[in-house]
């Protein structure tokens, strides 16, 4: 990171999926894998929130968004762009086909090292995938110190002061860069993107780089890369309808009470 006349410029790489919209979501009975085609696709609601805290902290430095994906993740790249990215690469390549967590990350890794960057940061999670293992494997990856479940961030000199959300309360850290941080939605709220920004989206090239460009070992990529393998999926079945108890708190309680005893989950002694 650099400081020009008191002003800071971070080069900050985030990672962003593209995912299907969750309201959405179709399996294929048969194979029980995703069906992506005809899906609405959205860029992964934790990656919006990294992109925004890219956007808020770069000061005069600039932030390259960065997707491992089909031909059309484009669309959240240039999503990203209008936001007020920077620079957008495209990682996409048939030999990546089939990666899993590990894999994708190995993918990421080899990307990000041609990339200057002095912070990466990550969503904690994919909504699709929903396994929160990409960031710290990639972090790993590159031996990079890394903060997962950042929920603020500010800058302090050259530090950076994290909060990291926690089940019961929140940790403070103090953290030198380079560094990896993974974030949650209560961070920031995303930007709204302007006609402006659409306009410098499509102004803007993707970069779309290979396996080949970025050097990844064809061993640890893709299918053949990828040492988890899926022995079964299956659609969760739908909560039945709830139940609206009306009525003042008390009452309300007397009559979840009756019901929970109708239904012998709740005994008096
Ligand atoms: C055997 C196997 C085969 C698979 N084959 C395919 C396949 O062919 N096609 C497919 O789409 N999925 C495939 N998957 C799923 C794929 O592995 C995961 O979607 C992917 O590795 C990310 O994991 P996740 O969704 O749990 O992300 P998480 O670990 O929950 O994501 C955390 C964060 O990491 C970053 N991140 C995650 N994925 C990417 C990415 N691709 N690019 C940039 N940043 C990212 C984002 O910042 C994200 O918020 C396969 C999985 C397995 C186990």
Known sequence: MKCLEGVFRMNIIVCIKQVPDTNDIKIDPVKGTLIREGVPS??????????????RIKGDGKVVVLSMGPPQ???????????????????????FAGSDTWATANVLAAAVKKIDHDLIICGRQAID?????????????????QVTYVQKISLEGSKLNLERAMEDGFEIIQA???????????????????LQGIDKAYDTEIKKWTADYIGAEVEKIGIKGSPTAVKKTFVPPRKGQGQKIEGQPKEQARKIIQILKEKEIFQEF
């Open 176 to 194: 030198e860069l380079p560094i990896l941080i993974t974030v949650v939605k209560e961070i920031n709220e995303p930007r709204y993107i302007t």
């Open 42 to 55: 959205i860029i992964n609601p934790e990656d919006k929130n990294a992109i925004e805290a890219a956007l």
């Open 129 to 145: 995938g929903d396994t929160a293992q990409v960031g710290p494997q990639l972090a790993e990856n590159l031996g990079l110190p």
């Open 73 to 95: 993740a484009e669309e959240a790249l240039r999503e990203a762009l209008a936001m007020g990215a920077d620079e957008a690469i495209l990682l996409c390549d048939f030999k």
